[in-house]
Every structure is written in C-alpha cells, then in structure tokens.
C-alpha cells in the first residue's frame, strides 16, 4: 500500500537521514538490497513505534515500498550530497 510522500516530507527526510548520519547507509541499502526494499519497507513499519514513533521512520518506509519510491529516494540522496 503505497502512500504518496509529499515534497515537504521529502526535505525533513533528507535532514533527518542527513543529521542521524544515515544518508550513505541508506544509498548503500538501496544499491545491495532494492529488490527487497518492500520487505524492508515492512520492517520499518514494524520499527518506526520501537524508534519512538519517529515520522522520518515512516517517510523512509513509504519510499521503499515501490520502484517509483525507491528511485525517488535515490533522487534525494543525490540531492543532498550533489552526486550526478
């Protein structure tokens, strides 16, 4: 079930992932593990009250759970760090 993310939620994603130091992490998971990224969309969905309800927890998930997603949130990785 996807849900759509809006643009906003894009930015305070990036600055999330960014200030938690996960931004290379993240862009590492995509390129070994994008096959899975439903599954992992799952796990997170399942994480995001252990991690105290954190929203950003939820947009990472909602971005994994399809290819459009997942190349949207390649996007944003490339944003922040300026990559082509």
């Given at each position: 079930?996807?849900?759509?993310?809006?643009p906003?939620?894009?930015?305070?994603?990036?600055?999330?992932?960014?200030a938690?130091?996960?931004?290379?992490?993240?862009?590492?998971?995509?390129?070994?593990?994008?096959?899975?990224?439903?599954?992992?969309?799952?796990?997170?969905?399942?994480?995001?009250?252990?991690?105290?309800?954190?929203?950003?927890?939820?947009?990472?998930a909602?971005?994994?759970?399809?290819?459009?997603?997942?190349?949207?949130?390649?996007?944003?990785l490339?944003?922040?760090?300026?990559?082509?």
């Open positions: 079930m996807k849900t759509d993310t809006p906003d939620d894009d930015a305070a994603l990036r600055s999330a992932l960014a938690h130091g996960l931004t290379e992490a993240v862009r590492l998971a995509l390129e070994v593990l994008a096959p899975a990224a439903p599954l992992a969309a799952g796990l997170l969905r399942v994480v995001q009250p252990l991690a105290g309800g954190r929203a950003w927890v939820g947009h990472l909602a971005h994994l759970e399809d290819a459009a997603g997942v190349a949207r949130l390649r996007q944003l490339d944003e922040d760090t300026g990559a082509p």
